[in-house]
């Protein structure tokens, strides 16, 4: 019996790389947009006061200097390297690996009676893992696909804010985000829905293009002593909204498994 179940066993191995199609390994890159709702809020604040103290200093006889507005972090850079096997011509199960970064801030000085420097400065990263199923819908030449995964999103964020009011400021001012820096990380699960378009450009290589959406939300980021991540002051922490659109330019090699020796 042992004999005969080995053999079943070897049999259904065999039949199975008999029927495997060919492991897609792919690299790729493009331009993301990012949400971030809650830290846009938090940059809302940074440039309504911006935007009060260089009123003021416009006018003010003692004190001169003018501060840029900080940026949004809209827009980032994403990164991915994928691996998928082809079960059918059809449909492949995989997984990718991607990173994504956006920054922004700004820096300058009010010169009065001392310099008073103002600073912000935001870096976000974000390193994903994602498990996936991808399958074709269309297959004219030009390849259209479709994908779903789940995974999880591991986020930094390194902040240093500096905000130095001028003694020659006319009035009392009130909600000045706290002074100090450091990285603050957090992680979520996540998922992520596109369409693909591949092109086999030679017999075992393809370029193409990937549209996706990602959605996931760290619901708090914290330093290394706990401390929450709370970039306006307001006793609020920030939560980070990884929700957006990518799309990708990417490069794909295909390596037949089969014993037939399947071609593309």
């Known amino acids: 019996m042992k004999g005969l179940a080995s053999a079943l066993l070897l049999a259904g191995i065999v039949q199975l790389v008999g029927l495997a199609g060919p492991l897609e390994m792919s690299i790729g890159g493009g331009p993301s947009v990012v949400s971030l709702d809650t830290v846009h809020d938090a940059i809302g604040v940074f440039n309504s006061l911006i935007t009060h103290l260089n009123e003021t200093f416009a006018v003010h006889p003692d004190v001169t200097g003018e501060i840029d507005l900080v940026s949004p972090m809209r827009d980032a850079l994403y990164l991915h390297a994928a691996e998928r096997y082809w079960i059918t011509d059809g449909f492949a199960l995989g997984g990718h690996v991607g990173y994504l970064r956006s920054a922004t801030g700004t820096r300058g000085t ?14 976000l990263h974000s390193v994903s893992g994602m498990l996936t199923a991808e399958a074709n819908i269309l297959d004219i030449g030009l390849r259209l696909g479709g994908y779903g995964g789940i995974g999880y999103h591991y986020v930094m964020i390194d902040r ?7 003694e020659e400021f006319p009035d009392v001012i009130v909600g000045v985000p706290p002074n100090g820096e450091g990285r603050y ?13 591949s ?14 959406y ?3 939300r760290v ?3 914290v330093d290394p002593s706990g401390s929450a991540l709370d970039l306006d002051g307001n006793g609020v922490p920030e939560s980070i909204s990884l929700n957006g659109i990518t799309v990708q330019l990417t490069l ?11 071609k593309e």
């Open 110 to 123: 009010y010169e009065g009676t001392e310099s008073s420097e103002i600073r912000v400065e935001l870096d």
């Open 185 to 197: 990380s957090g992680g979520s699960l996540g998922f992520e829905f596109g369409i693909t378009l």
């Open 199 to 212: 092109y086999p450009v030679s017999p075992g290589f393809l370029i193409g293009s990937r549209v996706s």
């Open 160 to 166: 240093a804010t500096v905000f130095e009011i001028p």
């Open 214 to 216: 990602r959605t996931a």
């Open 219 to 221: 619901a708090e980021m």
């Open 252 to 262: 794909s090699v295909h390596i037949d498994l089969s014993l037939g020796g399947r």
